[in-house]
């Protein structure tokens, strides 16, 4: 059984910094696609990176520039750096595993695998 495990998530200020972390466990193979996902209160979740295996990257508009998506396979680790957060990226951040598909410009993960979610909060 697949289970995708994140840390990592607390309280920073404005301007601030925090690295997510994601530990997959549990399955042979491997996912194409990782990526992570937010979901502000009241808000749809939405997908901010996402990452191909040994492969290239792709993120949202709005962290472009500030976040960035990686990972070690050797330690079945996905990370997401954020940097200059801002109180709109408060959120619950969510790893997630699956296939891979390419629209819009942009790689994005089809779902199949979710973490239980780690909380991001930013104040001004």
């Known amino acids: 059984q697949v289970q995708l495990v994140e840390s990592g998530g607390g309280s920073v200020q404005s301007g601030g910094s925090l690295r997510l972390s994601c530990a997959a466990s549990?399955?042979?193979?491997?996912?194409?696609?990782m990526g992570w996902f937010r979901q502000a209160q009241g808000k749809e979740r939405e997908e901010v990176a996402s990452?191909?295996?040994?492969?290239?990257?792709s993120s949202a508009d709005s962290v472009k520039g500030r976040f960035t998506i990686s990972q070690d396979n050797a330690k079945n680790t996905l990370y997401l750096q954020m940097n200059s957060l801002k109180p709109e990226d408060t959120a619950m951040y969510f790893c997630?595993?699956?296939?891979?598909?390419?629209?819009?410009?942009?790689?994005?993960?089809?779902?199949?695998?979710w973490g239980q979610g780690t909380q991001v909060t930013v104040s001004s």
């Open positions: 549990g399955y042979s193979g491997s996912s194409d696609c």
């Open positions: 990452i191909v295996r040994n492969g290239p990257t």
């Open positions: 997630a595993a699956g296939d891979c598909t390419y629209y819009g410009g942009q790689w994005h993960v089809l779902v199949q695998h």
